[in-house]
């Protein structure tokens, strides 16, 4: 236990008031009488009311975790001193046992003395670093294994350790880390044993983490080779038998209860019917009152964490044995079922059928007690016994196993996972002892992978693997030369040679492949029954090599997908090439497989092919062949072929959902209009269909319900509009940004006609393309004539589309035109790019420019890795046949003249997005890279490890854009003509030359300051500010260069220097000169504010100079942070913020694009060219943490105090990019003074040292420091040496520095308000209100204790002080700690009077909710003090019932309750007669008579309705008149109604999966404008099914527990939910309320829900985790009127738009009403009743049945196409009742 920690446990006892300190007397070190500290003495507690409760409180503050048994009648002994509590009754959640309810007289005798058993906080030891009997002692506390220190430590203290651990006793006792050193916190130090204990904490120590020790005094351990034999006895043989696995259940009996014993029967590992042993035979407990906190229990005391379920109904069969309980009631805190109340031991009134049963999560909290190992000589014994060998027989997989049996530890291996791979692929590990390990592939075949795989939950395996074919792991490998026969449930169940021996390495870790893994297939590139075969794999849909592709193959294909056989098997691409990776190849399937991953093939993603070669099918389908007639390519009349001839389709309830499904078999994306009345004219065959009923899901138009027979006459045809397929278009005939505009339409490329061709319509082409916008439109067949079909004519723009064809136009092939007028258009490229002249068209083939941006990243200007800007993101290269000629042509293309090298092996490091191009093949003379021969886009096989990287040769290293641009430039002759610096930053680091094809460094012998100079001028800076040796940038790696270097400092470049001749030197690496360049304006430095904040001055011509703040921005203001080492600047300020500075202004209109390393790097007006005076002076705020240190300024600028508070604590140091400490050798107040004067304070109080502050993590960077007093910072001082030092961390240096305002009060007012007052010279004085806002007042709140302030008040509102008035003019930014850490005039500096002293109100609630309702309505309850109190009615009425309801986020009350109408409260009642006025921002605002101040009961609890929500919220004006409402409210079943609507909260409308894919992951729910999670207690099928079904799934498979599918980050908004399964959304469930929960993120709900959902289309490409909903426009508001009335306003194109009024009826308002949640529309408004809209205008002409669920599934004019103005927008009134 750290110093800190106690020195906050002392203060909260003495906060707490007379609290008496408390200890344990008479017992071991967790068990013992009660004593506290009073009056100077130890007295006794009586026993009268002691229980479990209050031995809780008393072992909680004692710090254990909590207590095990509550002790009577002087249990440990009388006590001698007085009695000094009596009548003890805590309710569990107290701090200390004086705050619990208590008598301090009593009527009691020192043989009523209570006590405590209280649970051991180390009850897990371990050995480590050696082997099973011998190591390094560590004990496991507060989640971590820390170690012993082993001063006093002898053998008496290992005999303990090593019968805890389960042998006889200890051989001998080792120190001084004989097993190494341990990494985690010393626990324990100075053990001392009396030799008698049970554990390792029950001897006498120093305390927890209480010690003066380092690792290499890390204790160890020797034990006997022969475990103790406390075995149960040999006639109850029954409880040694497992029942999921080897030795799994048993455990040390005597620990008290008959029912020690319990094990899980008729399930799995972790779940299964609950069986307790007694009277020598297994029974079963009955499920009379059987819930979760019974289930806890078991599962704990099976060795689980905790339970998921607790099962009834003899879920897992029926027992056959007694039914030894019934009635069972736990709390859930038991250790064993038989401490929880029950009926008593058989007394019951149940069947079997009623046998309760649980499952328990999958990972076990600790493992059962391993008690030791199995003798030979017991082995002997009990198989000596006849029932046992019988039940041994039966367990085990062979009657040999027991011949080895005395080598088997006691464990279970009942928990196995796949790592390293994917879900259902991967790497077999076990957990044992309390980590996962891995299996060896000795022995390891297709028997044993089917094991684990179906324990796992898969069917069976594909593959047993071996070799660590997915990674080596790095537990212990657990099991060795494994045997299964393959009907094992569990691995453990098979033959090994015994857990954790082996003879292997993680080299030989097994792996398997588990059926299940391309369950998924779907046909892309063509229509519903034909097209590219694809299949689900890793995340990503991938194809499949028609190497060996055949009918049976494609049989496979359609038979999974639901089609009865297949017509065709296809190859060569027939629909297109894929995209994805290529998974599989070779198949070979015998035709009667039932998925395609059961077949023969190379294996998953083992392939020689390239995605030309992908398979293809076409199936059988008994659909009719369909067809559009009478319109455009995707609008017209449906046809259906049938008996040799087309017919028609009768419009008999012709809707959207069965145009959606014409749309879709005709591969288009769906329907965006269902025609009727013959729309696209009268056919004139037979009318084929009538009444088609589609649900959506289907693949063709006869899986609709329809009539073969029919009633109507073509004038009621049926026609379609679909969405158009030309999402593809091409320049062709041109460049990568030029040439002839292409579409793909009808799998061929098509041009586009040039009437009516303009700009508008070319950009539209080029943001398509990804091109920013046109340049030019070209016409006449500019760039060649194409030879395709014409697709489009007459294209009309407005500019705002995304794609040509939403332009519009004459209609698909519709057009007048000849080849000789293709259209063409000319996109914006980048500036090193010049576009082509007109009279050198390019003859290249079609291009689509989609990698005209190039740049070198993780390199210098003219070196570094390949980067092309691919699909809106930057993705490398592989160089897989990368050479010089690619090179070349990336090196012109970037403006270079030719390249030097082609680099691979990721030399400049590895990129992070995709890798666009493989195999490129360039003949050097192209202009970009995507005219070279390559794999295609995105089709590699590679990793980022072979990114490739260029050098280009003839330009500058880098131009600064300063008025002192460097002022040569690389010379043009010379052999080490490039030079640069690495390892550094930009204007330092290592010196390295260009030789012979490769980078090379220079020795440092004879380097000096002229060799730098020349080295920074030839690289562009003016001179160099250091020379530096030994390899300070770190070593190189290539050759050394030159050596000797001996410069005259008039040379140009390097070479022209003196030197030993290249290559010629006697150095290492260790040698490698390196400089430090100076920059104009290389000093930088804050003035006038603190360490992180201040005016900006950089120096220049020799003294300090300020920046004007014309044009500042936070880009600046980042390039200066980051310039002085921090990571990022917080604020840029203006005007002199802190202080005008007196030098000249240096700079002006500085323009940084923010990723400058320096200011002077920037755009600037010129040096001292400016038109300001310093009242314009420029400031920065920079964030506290430093980033890199610039290594110009001094090492060590940046010191901090770590582990204390603002002014105190361990002094740390910033060097080589991270924190270090100070040793405190020599250490003292002079040392102190420096650092606390560096820091800005004005002095050290103390210097502090053994680490009081904690010992910190980082290096130690100072020792033997030794000041004079006079430095200004720490590194000016005397030391050792930078990390020169003979110390240890428990040695860490620290201060306390002096703040001159250090206490500070509220007078005149109450306990959280009152006028500020500080201490200074000796007496209280206040604080002048100029200035004074909220951060200021947040500063004092937080100074005294609270959290935040609420108002910062002035005028003297809490009366005039008296003293001096010491601080004027206040500036905190809200973050200081103190208040004297904020800017200010000066102490007793001010203009004041003391009636502008200044006030605050501090925030006393820390929060508030409401209990025993739902989520907008219940009892209204404060935290205060820790703990939840409520509010008296008295006075209580709506005014406060606002404030509240708006604490909460809503927006206003409906009612306030009294009389507590949700239930009475039972903690303290702490507010009464509350007065508000109704606009505070909070309760504790308001007017109240005190806290706690009342004369009240909890029957006077007050509580609230809020209202928020459509349902709840009626229009304000002209639609209830009071005549109306008090009809209404005479009606009963309104009133009814009324009732049954208020408490529903409807807030919780959106509900998302995150972390897993579309029908499954983690559940979130959108609140208060995040997403939150839910938590899984009580979560179950029920909750499941809901939020399915509310997602548009038909019903749930799984709801998930314990964060399955990863922990969410937002707030815990739901938990406890109970769905009876019925309701509609998540929120109408039962819960404990919004944001109210006991749990943290590792318990986040989930659910895997049913993969079709009920009303999403049946595409391939389902967007499964959309709301359901098919089309752009799901997200639909109301506008300018209330919850339930106002302006339409859909969501559309990342913005909120307008719907029109032009055929505006209330059929379509009926549509938005049921929408957005409510039953139907009372108006449909036009003219803009709710006020006009101000975004696009989405949607006109609306026409809707009625019957649609979406607007967008209404007929209209089109996304945006329309004749309205905003005068126009349409509006409805929904209807609430």
Request: hydrophobic fraction near 30%; include cysteine; aromatic fraction near 8%.
């Amino acid at each position: 236990m750290q110093l800190w920690w106690l020195l906050v446990v002392a203060c909260s006892v003495l906060i707490s008031g007379n609290a008496k300190l408390i200890r344990l007397a008479g017992g071991a070190g967790n068990t013992g009488r009660v004593e506290v500290y009073h009056n100077g003495q130890w007295g006794t507690v009586c026993d009268d009311g002691w229980g479990l409760e209050e031995a809780n409180v008393v072992c909680r503050q004692l710090g254990f975790e909590s207590a095990s048994w509550s002790r009577t009648m002087a249990h440990y002994g009388q006590g001698t001193g007085p009695i000094l509590l009596d009548d003890v009754v805590c309710d569990g959640s107290e701090t200390f046992l004086t705050q619990c309810s208590h008598s301090d007289t009593h009527d009691c005798q020192h043989t009523e003395d209570a006590g405590v058993d209280c649970y051991s906080v180390l009850n897990n030891v371990r050995l480590a670093g050696g082997g099973g009997n011998y190591g390094r002692v560590e004990v496991y506390y507060n989640g971590q294994w820390g170690t012993v220190c082993d001063d006093g430590w002898d053998l008496i203290d290992a005999n303990v350790v090593c019968r805890q651990l389960g042998f006889e006793s200890a051989l001998e006792s080792k120190s001084s880390a004989f097993y190494g050193q341990g990494s985690g916190t010393i626990v324990l130090d100075d053990v001392d044993c009396t030799g008698d204990e049970d554990s390792l904490d029950q001897c006498r120590h120093n305390g927890l983490e209480e010690h003066n020790c380092v690792h290499y005094e890390d204790a160890g351990v020797v034990c006997s080779n022969t475990p103790n034999t406390l075995l149960p006895t040999t006639d109850t043989p029954s409880s040694l038998l497992p029942t999921t696995g080897v030795w799994n259940n048993v455990r040390l009996a005597g620990g008290g209860g008959v029912l020690n014993n319990v094990r899980l029967a008729g399930g799995g590992g972790n779940y299964g019917r609950v069986e307790v042993y007694y009277n020598e035979q297994w029974g079963t407990v009955c499920d009379d009152g059987w819930d979760l906190n019974d289930a806890h229990v078991v599962c704990r005391q099976l060795g689980f964490e905790s339970a998921l379920e607790g099962n009834s109904n003899a879920m897992y069969g029926l027992g056959s044995g007694p039914i030894v309980l019934d009635d069972v009631d736990c709390t859930g805190d038991e250790h064993s079922l038989d401490q929880c109340r029950h009926n008593g031991l058989e007394e019951h009134n149940c069947v079997h059928y009623e046998d309760a049963g649980v499952v328990c999560s999958n990972t076990p909290s600790t493992l059962l007690p391993t008690t030791g190992y199995i003798t030979e000589e017991l082995t002997t014994l009990l198989l000596s016994t006849s029932y046992f060998t019988e039940a041994l027989t039966t367990l085990l997989p062979s009657t040999k196993v027991p011949i080895r049996l005395w080598r088997w530890r006691v464990d279970i291996l009942n928990t196995v996972r796949l790592a390293g791979g994917g879900g259902n692929y991967g790497r077999v590990e076990v957990y044992y002892k309390g980590q996962w390990g891995t299996v060896c592939d000795d022995l390891w075949d297709s028997d044993d992978a089917n094991v684990v795989c179906r324990q796992l939950g898969f069917e069976f395996a594909l593959e047993g693997n071996r070799n660590a074919l997915y990674g080596q792991g790095s537990g212990p490998i657990v099991l060795d030369d494994v045997e299964c026969t393959g009907d094992e449930d569990s691995l453990d169940q098979c033959r090994h040679n015994g857990l954790e021996e082996h003879n292997c390495g993680h080299h030989e870790d097994a792996g398997v492949v588990c059926q299940n893994i391309l369950n998924t297939v779907r046909l892309a590139g063509g229509g519903g029954n034909y097209g590219r075969v694809e299949v689900y794999y890793k995340g990503q849909w991938g194809t499949v090599c028609d190497d060996w592709w055949d009918s049976d193959d494609a049989n496979v294909v359609c038979r999974q997908l639901g089609f009865e056989f297949a017509l065709e098997g296809n190859r060569y691409a027939l629909y297109g090439q894929g995209s994805g990776p290529i998974v599989l190849d070779d198949v070979e399937c015998t035709g009667d497989e039932d998925s395609l991953d059961q077949c023969r093939h190379n294996g998953l993603e083992e392939h020689n092919c390239g995605h030309h070669e992908d398979a293809g099918v076409v199936c059988q389908s008994n659909a009719k062949e369909i067809r559009l007639a009478g319109g455009a390519g995707n609008t017209g009349r449906v046809e259906v072929y049938h008996n040799g001839q087309w017919g028609t389709v009768c419009d008999d309830g012709w809707g959207i959902e069965e145009a959606d499904v014409v749309c879709r078999q005709l591969g288009f994306e769906s329907a965006s209009w269902s025609r009727t009345k013959a729309h696209y004219g009268q056919g004139t065959g037979p009318i084929l269909l009538d009444d088609v009923v589609c649900d959506g899901s289907e693949t063709s138009l006869t899986q609709c319900s329809h009539s073969d027979t029919d009633n109507c006459q073509h004038t009621e045809d049926a026609g379609v509009d679909c969405y158009s397929v030309l999402n593809n278009v091409r320049l062709a005939g041109g460049g990568g940004n030029y040439g002839r505009v292409e579409v793909y339409y009808n799998g061929q490329w098509g041009t586009v006609c040039d009437d009516g061709w303009d700009l508008i319509d070319a950009n539209v082409v080029c943001r398509q393309l990804g091109f920013d916008s046109a340049l030019e439109s070209k016409s006449s067949a500019f760039y060649g004539q194409g030879s395709g079909t014409i697709v489009l004519d007459d294209v009309d723009c407005t500019g705002d589309e995304d794609s040509l064809d939403q332009c519009g136009h004459a209609g698909l092939e519709e057009h007048n035109c000849g080849h000789h007028e293709d259209a063409g258009v000319v996109c914006q490229n980048t500036p090193n790019t010049l576009l082509p002249t007109t009279d050198t068209p390019s003859s290249l083939l079609p291009t689509t420019g989609v990698l005209n941006n190039v740049r070198l990243a993780g390199g210098g200007g003219n070196f570094g890795r390949v980067e092309v800007y691919y699909k809106g993101q930057w993705g490398t290269v592989c160089d897989d046949l990368w050479d010089s000629d690619d090179a070349n042509v990336v090196c012109r293309q970037l403006g270079f003249e030719f390249a030097l090298e082609g680099n691979r092996n990721a030399l400049y490091g590895q990129g992070s997005g995709p890798i666009v191009l493989d195999d490129v093949e360039c003949t050097g003379d192209e202009d970009s890279l995507d005219q070279c021969r390559h794999n295609g886009l995105e089709e590699h096989n590679c990793g980022h490890y072979e990114d490739a990287g260029v050098v280009c040769s003839n330009t500058p290293n880098t131009l600064l854009p300063t008025t002192d641009t460097p002022n040569t430039l690389l010379p043009t002759t010379g052999v080490l003509n490039n030079v640069r610096l690495a390892g550094g930053g930009g204007n330092y680091g290592r010196v390295e030359v260009y030789y012979n094809g490769q980078w090379g460094t220079v020795c440092d012998d004879g380097w000096d300051l002229i060799d730098a100079n020349v080295v920074c001028r030839q690289l562009g800076f003016d001179s160099a500010l250091e020379y530096n040796s030994n390899a300070l940038y770190d070593q190189g790696s290539g050759p050394i260069v030159l050596d000797d270097v001996d410069c005259t400092g008039d040379e140009d470049s390097l070479d022209q220097c003196g030197h030993a001749g290249l290559e010629k030197h006697n150095c290492g690496h260790h040698e490698d000169a390196g400089v430090v360049c100076n920059s104009v304006l290389n000093n930088v430095r804050l003035a006038g504010g603190g360490g992180h904040y201040g005016r900006v001055e950089v120096y220049y011509k020799g003294q300090w100079g300020t920046v004007c703040d014309d044009l500042w921005d936070s880009d600046d203001a980042n390039v200066v942070c980051r310039q002085l080492g921090f990571e990022f600047a917080l604020e840029g300020n203006r005007d002199a913020l802190y202080g005008q500075g007196s030098g000249p202004i240096v700079l002006d209109d500085v323009e940084c694009t923010g990723d400058e390393d320096s200011l002077d790097q920037c755009r600037h007006n010129g040096l001292e060219e400016h038109n300001c005076g310093h009242y314009e002076d420029a400031g920065v705020v920079c964030s506290n943490t430093p980033n890199t240190l610039l290594p110009t300024t001094g090492v060590l600028n940046n010191v901090r105090l770590a582990g204390g508070g603002g002014n105190y604590g361990r002094v740390e140091v910033y060097y080589n990019g991270q924190w270090g400490t100070v040793c405190d050798d020599g250490w003292d107040l002079i040392d102190a003074n420096v650092v606390c004067r560096q820091l800005g304070f004005d002095s050290a109080l103390e210097y502090n040292s053994n680490a009081l502050y904690g010992q910190g993590s980082g290096p130690i960077m100072l020792d033997d420091v030794d000041c004079t007093g006079d430095e200004d910072s720490l590194d000016q001082c005397g030391h050792a040496g930078l990390e020169e030092h003979n110390c240890g961390h428990h040695e860490d240096a620290g201060v306390v520095c002096n703040s001159v305002l250090n206490n500070v009060r509220l007078a005149g007012g109450g306990g959280n308000y009152g006028r500020v007052e500080v201490y200074y010279n000796e007496q209280w004085g206040t604080v002048c209100d100029d200035g004074w806002d909220l951060n200021d007042a947040h500063v004092v709140c937080r100074q005294l204790g609270f959290e935040s302030a609420l108002e910062g008040n002035s005028n003297a509102m809490y009366g005039l002080g008296s003293g001096p008035i010491v601080l004027d003019d206040v500036d905190c930014t809200g973050d200081e700690h103190s208040l004297d850490q904020c800017r200010h005039a000066g102490l007793e500096e001010d203009n004041c009077d003391h009636f502008e002293d200044a006030g605050v109100v501090c925030r006393v609630f820390d929060n508030v909710r409401l209990a025993g309702g739902g989520g907008n309505y219940g009892r209204v309850e404060v935290h205060y003090n820790g703990q939840w109190g409520t509010v008296c009615d008295d006075g209580w009425d709506l005014n406060d019932a606002h404030v509240i309801c708006r604490q909460l986020g809503f927006e206003f009350a409906l009612e306030g309750n009294s009389n507590a109408l949700y239930g009475q409260g039972s903690g303290p009642i702490v507010l009464d007669n509350v007065n508000c006025m109704g606009d505070e921002d909070s309760l504790d605002q308001c007017r109240h008579n005190g806290l706690e101040e009342h004369n009240c009961v909890h029957y006077e609890d007050a509580g609230v309705v809020c209202s928020n929500t459509p349902s709840t919220l009626l229009p304000t004006t002209g639609y209830i008149t009071e005549e109306l409402t008090t009809l209404l409210l005479s009606t009963s079943y309104f009133t009814e109604a009324l009732t049954t609507l208020l408490p529903s909260t409807n807030i919780l409308n959106t509900v998302r999966l995150a972390g897993g894919g579309g029908n499954y992951g983690r559940v979130e729910v959108y609140y208060k404008g995040q997403w939150g999670t839910v938590c899984d207690d009580l979560w179950d099928s029920d909750d499941a099914n809901v939020v399915c079904r509310q997602l548009g799934f038909e019903f749930a498979l799984e709801g998930n527990r314990n964060a399955l599918y990863g922990q969410g980050s937002g707030p815990i908004v739901l938990d406890d939910v109970e769905c009876t399964g019925g309701e509609d959304s998540l929120d109408q469930c039962r819960h404990n309320g919004l944001e109210e929960h006991n749990c943290r993120h590792h318990e986040d709900a989930g659910v895997v829900c049913q993969n079709t959902p009920n009303t999403l289309l049946p595409t391939t490409d389902t967007p499964s985790s959309l709301l359901p909903t098919t089309g752009v426009l799901n997200n639909v508001r109301l506008a300018g009127g209330g919850a339930n009335y106002g302006r339409v306003e859909v969501y559309y194109n990342g913005q909120w738009g307008t719907v029109c009024d032009d055929g505006w009826d209330v059929t379509d308002a009926n549509v938005v009403c049921r929408q957005l949640g409510f039953d139907s529309a009372k108006e449909g408004n036009s003219y803009a009743l709710y006020g006009q809209g101000s975004g696009p205008i989405v949607l006109d002409d609306v026409d809707c049945t009625g019957d649609e669920d979406f607007l967008d599934q209404c007929g209209h004019a089109g996304l945006e196409n329309h004749d309205c103005g905003h005068h126009e927008d349409a509006g409805v009134v929904c209807t609430v009742l």
